[in-house]
Nanobody
Framework: VQLQASGGGLVQAGGSLRLSCAASGRTFSRYGMGWFRQVPGKEREFVAAISWSGGTTYYADSVKGRFTISSDNAKNTVYLQMNSLKPEDTAVYYC?????????????????WGQGTLVTVSS
C-alpha cells in the first residue's frame, strides 16, 4: 500500500486548504483512513478519520466544525478540507491507512503512512 499526500502550503489565519491522499496498491474496501499531524518536539496527533466503506467519520475536538474528511472510492483518494485555519494548525500532516477493527484515534492502529505534507498558517 502506498499513500501520497498533497495539498499543503502556506495560508493566512482564517483561510482554507484541502489536503488529498491518493492510495495505490491493495484494495481499499477493507481499510479505514486517517489524518494525523505533527510539529517538531511533539507526538503525532490524531486529526480525523473515515471508515472506507461506511463513511463514518471521526474528528479531534480541536478541529470539529472546521475540518471535514471525505473519500472518493472510485479514485482511492481521501480528502481533508480545512477551513478557518489557525496558526496552531501549523504542522506536517500525514495520511494513514488501517485495517478493520480497533479504534481510529491511535497512531499504533495504522499500518501504512504517507510521506506528509506541510501546512503553515500565518497569523
Amino acid at each position: 500500500v502506498q499513500l501520497q499526500a498533497s495539498g499543503g502550503g502556506l495560508v493566512q489565519a482564517g483561510g482554507s486548504l484541502r489536503l488529498s491522499c491518493a492510495a495505490s496498491g491493495r484494495t481499499f474496501s477493507r481499510y479505514g483512513m486517517g489524518w494525523f499531524r505533527q510539529v517538531p518536539g511533539k507526538e503525532r496527533e490524531f486529526v480525523a478519520a473515515i471508515s472506507w466503506s461506511g463513511g463514518t467519520t471521526y474528528y479531534a475536538d480541536s478541529v470539529k466544525g472546521r475540518f471535514t474528511i471525505s473519500s472518493d472510492n472510485a479514485k482511492n483518494t481521501v480528502y481533508l478540507q480545512m477551513n478557518s485555519l489557525k496558526p496552531e494548525d501549523t504542522a506536517v500532516y500525514y495520511c494513514a491507512a488501517k485495517g478493520l477493527g480497533g479504534n481510529y484515534y491511535s497512531v499504533q492502529e495504522y499500518d501504512y503512512w504517507g510521506q506528509g505534507t506541510l501546512v503553515t498558517v500565518s497569523s
